[in-house]
C-alpha cells in the first residue's frame, strides 16, 4: 500500500468484511481498524516507528458543537522525513452525543507502536472505560479522515 492510498484501502477491508461505514460500531471499527494494521503494511514508510496506531477518545468542540469522540488513527511516517509535513494520520471517528456519564470519562489516548504490540493494544481499548462506556451505542456519526499534519 501507498500512504497516498491508505483511505480508499482501509474503505475497501470494511466493505470486504461486511460493515458499512456510515453505521460502523466500536467494537467493528476496533477490528477492522486492527486487522488493517496488522495485515496491510506500507513500504514507504519509517520501519521503526513510522507505522503506529492511535487510540484516543474524550469530548471535544471541534467548532460544530460538543460530542464524546472514540477515535482510532493510524499514523504514517514517510520514510526520510522528520518534518510534520510528512506525518500522515488516517482517523476513524465515531461520534456520540456527549452524555454526563461519556463527559466524565476524561480525554486521554494509548499508542501502539509495531504488529507485536497489537494484542496488547487491543486488551487495553476493550478493557477501557471509553470502550465499555459506548460499545452497545449505535454512533450519530462515523468520519473517516486522511490528513498530513
Known sequence: MRIADTERELKMLVRERGYDLTTLRPAEAVAVVLDFYRSVRCPEVEPHDG?????????????????????????LIGNGSTEDSHINQLHVTLCFPPTPDLSALGQSNQWCWSVADCEVFESFIRES???????????????????EV
Not at 135 to 143: G, R, T
Open 51 to 75: 507505522d503506529a496506531l492511535l487510540y484516543q477518545w474524550g469530548v471535544f468542540d471541534w467548532g460544530e458543537g460538543k460530542h464524546f469522540e472514540f477515535d482510532l488513527t493510524r499514523q
Open 129 to 147: 472505560g471509553a470502550f465499555k462506556a459506548v460499545s452497545s451505542l449505535s454512533p450519530a456519526s462515523v468520519n473517516v479522515r486522511f490528513e
